[in-house]
């Protein structure tokens, strides 16, 4: 991953280096999967279908460094998008330390482990279908843990 502070993840994220920006994520595969807006409301509904490039059993993309090769529109995270985007998980690290709050204690790094976040149930490993074998995703609504997660 690269040269990263102790405790990095406490700092502002302005102050990230990439490794750190990168280590920050915490694995949840949720960003990679798709999102219906209703184009009267601007409601954004979630569903439980991945990007082709999402290994549905980890939820790790496949192919993380030539991601945009394959799939154009997938976005990378920046500072300044992290505010900007309505349909990041309330849960997501990015977005709970550019309200400078702290990360949940299922956060890897803090558990010390990777798969803490689907112990919490809030991953999308195991729990999410390819957008190749889905069909309509109006048939893959879903509701994900929301925040006031516990914290035990």
Known sequence: MGEVRDK????????????????????CGRCCLHKIEDADTGEIAETNVACK?????????????????????CMRLTLKLVDEVPWLPSTCAYKLRARNQPLYSWHYLLSGDRDSVNHANVGAAGRVVSETSAGPLEHHIVDWPKAGLSDD
């Open 53 to 73: 490039l999402l290994d549905t059993g980890t939820a790790r993309c496949m192919d993380y460094r030539n991601r945009k090769a394959f799939v154009p529109d």
């Open 8 to 27: 990095f993840w406490e700092l502002p994220l302005g102050d990230l280096t990439r490794a750190e920006w990168e280590g920050l994520c915490d694995g």
